[in-house]
């Protein structure tokens, strides 16, 4: 992204919808700001997507974790220009996810267009990866959910092998979205994919240990 020179006087106005000391609210998002369940998108990136799912669903809470402070800025002015009250975004970076969330704490985790990191030795690097998603299991709640979105072919069957080597139960898998009657909210990169006419992957992955059948 571009260098933005008036980026601190934007991020100084969304004081606020981004929280400057996010591990303050371990174990107590949902305590402090209200709520049914706690929902986290990983890679937010402009919000759209967040902003547009927060507005629907007003009795729950959503975090929005974005690390490129130039898309964050954009995403916060988006849920104040909205006036959303049940947001808000870290400027933080997935891999210290248990500071800002205690075990069992997540209801719900939104991957949407995570980076595919395509040659082998970035693979660690993928918000997949199984030490990402052994985080991802000890933040959600039992029978807590990931769901991802991808226009990847390559990173989906990843992910399809890395959630089922640690144990996630996958429904609702789909190598074509829009093809389907699924709800769906479209993303920034969604949009643009799917003017190229390019097909959306998507699953959801259970944090579930029971009997299946
Ligand atoms: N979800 C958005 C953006 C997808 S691009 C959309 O669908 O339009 C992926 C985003 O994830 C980028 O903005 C990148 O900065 C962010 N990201 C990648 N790895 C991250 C990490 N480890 N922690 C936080 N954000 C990350």
Redesign the pocket.
């Known amino acids: 992204m571009r260098k933005k020179p008036n980026l601190p006087a934007r991020l100084e106005r969304c004081k606020g919808m981004i929280l400057e000391d996010p591990t303050a609210y371990c174990g107590k998002w949902l305590s402090t700001f209200g709520g049914k369940e706690l929902h986290l998108?990983?890679?937010?990136?402009?919000g759209?997507?967040l902003v547009e799912t927060a507005k629907e669903n007003s009795d729950i809470f959503f975090v929005g974790?974005?690390?490129?402070e130039g898309?964050l800025v954009i995403a916060a002015e988006k849920a104040i220009a909205e006036d959303v009250q049940n947001i808000r975004f870290l400027d933080?970076?997935?891999?210290n996810l248990p500071t800002f969330f205690a075990d069992g704490e997540l209801d719900r985790i939104y991957l949407?267009?995570?980076?595919p990191w395509p040659k082998k030795k970035q693979w660690k690097r993928r918000?997949t990866y199984r030490t990402f998603l052994d985080l991802y299991w000890n933040a959600l709640c039992e029978n807590g959910v990931i769901f991802q979105k991808t226009d990847n072919m390559r990173l989906f069957e990843f992910s399809l092998n890395e959630f089922a080597a640690v144990g996630y139960l996958l429904k609702n898998i789909t190598f074509d979205l829009h093809a389907t009657d699924l709800p769906n909210i479209m993303?920034?990169?969604?949009t643009r994919f799917v003017e190229q006419g390019m097909p959306i992957y998507r699953t959801e992955a259970y944090k579930q240990k029971t009997k299946l059948i």
Do not use: C, H, M, P
Request: hydrophobic share 40%.
């Open positions: 998108e990983i890679g937010a990136g402009k759209k997507f974790i974005e690390r490129e898309a933080v970076d997935a891999v949407n267009f995570s980076d918000l993303t920034e990169y969604e």
